[in-house]
């Protein structure tokens, strides 16, 4: 018998447009249950095959089914440190829930929802035990340093600690959390939530060192001087990119990467009680078709402007993930599609006044199989604007590598490494965004697991005395 998909509870959008809380309230326990009973428990389980980290979802889900909110916690945590925020905004429906077997008569199993569920269950019964009993492991006087901690820097941490090593993680910023806290907006995923995961990683023995800015403050070299024995880089990628049109310079314009600086890390979200000057005026703009633009199309939404998002492709090859692209539409922001600017009006003092567009048809499909678009000649028109928010894309952070020349980079600043995250440094590792440019969180934390395994391994050889297979050293 076929039984429906029980829905998360949500804020109503009329009502949502008007704060910065979150948007999806979650499973009630009686909710998460009965979803939980829709999994067929498959023996070879397709959604577990498209969990990039392959965490045991049968497993966990066979636990809430019997209310056993504990395991199925530590389930999911044998494979992921951040399940309060992978069940929030991992795309899902490309992932797990785009295996599930379900899929093919019905609607997939909550699988993001239910993960949800259980790490905010426990969170909240537990408060700085989650989960309940922090392995205890003999330490091994061993000690790595991590650069940056975004989900790819956390991983790497929680999971060298757990195997016993010293972990010190260096953050350039003065919060942890990398995207997770400066770009996500509150209302996708709390900053109290990245807190408490953030808690949980330090219970395990890692120290974070905010405001060291790695390439200015301290270098790589100063880090094996200080005794480290491994170095693991995970800058990311927080370069904002441009369109290099005419007027791209003017006043109102931001990157999306600036914006939601602005309203999320210097918490103008939080007006009057911090007053970051963010003024979007009546009529934004925003250009792109990934997560940034549709976070910050709907963070304008908040401040009370009327929102269009412009894209170059269709609707089908936006990859923003499609819940948020649902709830930005119910939250009345309008997607112009096969649409591209071609330069900015200033309104005579160095203001955007209007946007400049051209109309795009889409031609066959390019390298990554999207179809390519192209501009339908004599099509142009003009826009009105008070703010425009270019959110196309960002490159690698290249701080690191500027100041670490023995580190081989590509031509866009992505660092290389092989297919176990050793970079070109013997004993210096990476993963995440710096090393594949803006991807996802659990794609930056699969990385990151592997390249912890590498550097395990590495560390180990290095106290054995025996012949180093890290680092891919052509000194
Ligand atoms: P980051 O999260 O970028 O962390 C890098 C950290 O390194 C930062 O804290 C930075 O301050 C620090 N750092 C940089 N340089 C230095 C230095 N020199 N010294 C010390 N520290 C340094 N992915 C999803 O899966 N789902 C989503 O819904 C989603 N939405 C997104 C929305 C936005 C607005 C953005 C920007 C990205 C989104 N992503 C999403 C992508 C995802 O957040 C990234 O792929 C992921 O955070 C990459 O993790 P990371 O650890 O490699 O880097
Ligand atoms: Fe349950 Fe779907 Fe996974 Fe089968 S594929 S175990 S039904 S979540």
Do not use: W
């Amino acid at each position: 018998m076929k039984r429906k998909r029980v829905r998360q509870k949500k804020q109503h959008p009329g009502e949502r447009i008007k704060n910065f809380d979150e948007v999806v309230i979650g499973y009630t326990e009686k909710d998460a249950v009965e979803e939980a009973r829709r999994c067929l428990q498959c023996r070879d389980a397709g959604c577990r095959k498209g969990c990039p980290v392959e965490i045991d979802i049968p497993g966990f889900i066979k636990f809430i089914k019997e209310r056993e909110f504990g395991l199925a916690l530590e389930t999911i945590k044998k494979n992921n440190y951040l399940p309060a925020v992978c069940g929030r905004v991992c795309p899902q429906e490309v992932q797990c829930e785009g295996r599930c077997i379900l899929k093919k008569k019905q609607e997939p199993i909550s699988i993001g929802g239910l993960e949800r569920f259980v790490a905010d269950y426990m969170l909240k019964r537990m408060p700085g035990q989650n989960p309940p009993i922090v392995p205890q492991v003999s330490r091994t006087g061993k000690k790595a340093a991590v650069i940056g901690s975004g989900p790819a820097g956390l991983t790497v941490a929680a999971s060298l600690s757990e195997l016993g090593h010293s972990v010190t993680v260096f953050e350039a910023l003065h919060e942890p959390g990398g995207v997770l806290v400066y770009g996500i907006p509150e209302f996708r995923l709390p900053k109290k939530i990245i807190k408490k995961e953030v808690e949980y990683i330090k219970s395990l023995g890692v120290d974070i060192k905010v405001d060291v800015v790695i390439g200015k403050t301290l270098f790589i070299k100063d880090l094996f001087d200080m005794g480290f024995d491994a170095v693991f880089i995970a800058t990311g990628a927080g370069l904002p990119k441009f369109l290099g049109i005419p007027g791209e310079n003017l006043n109102q314009i931001y990157s999306g990467n600036e914006f939601l600086f602005r309203i999320n890390f210097m918490k103008a979200y939080m007006f009057p009680e911090y007053d970051t000057p963010v003024n979007v005026g009546e009529r934004v703009f925003v250009i792109g078709g990934g997560n940034v633009a549709v976070d910050c199309a709907r963070c304008a939404r908040r401040m009370g402007a009327r929102v269009t998002v412009l894209y170059r492709r269709g609707r089908d090859e936006m990859p923003a993930r499609s819940e948020e692209i649902r709830h930005a539409v119910e939250e009345g922001i309008e997607f112009r599609y096969l649409v591209s600017p071609v330069g900015f009006v200033d309104d005579g003092n160095g203001n955007v006044e209007a946007v400049k567009c051209i109309k795009m048809q889409l031609n066959d499909p390019d390298r990554t199989g999207r179809r390519r678009p192209v501009p339908v000649e004599g099509s142009e028109f003009v826009i009105e604007a008070d703010t425009v928010i270019i959110a196309i894309g960002q490159s690698p952070n290249l701080l690191v590598s500027v100041a670490t020349p023995d580190l081989e980079v590509s031509g866009d600043g992505v660092i290389k490494v092989d297919g176990d995250g050793r970079t070109s440094m013997k004993g210096v590792f990476a993963a995440g965004d710096i090393t594949t440019g803006t991807a996802t969180v659990i794609k930056a934390m699969g990385a990151g697991k592997i390249a912890a395994r590498a550097m395990h391994e590495y560390i180990e050889r290095k106290g054995n005395g025996r012949k180093e297979i890290a680092g891919r050293n052509r000194t």
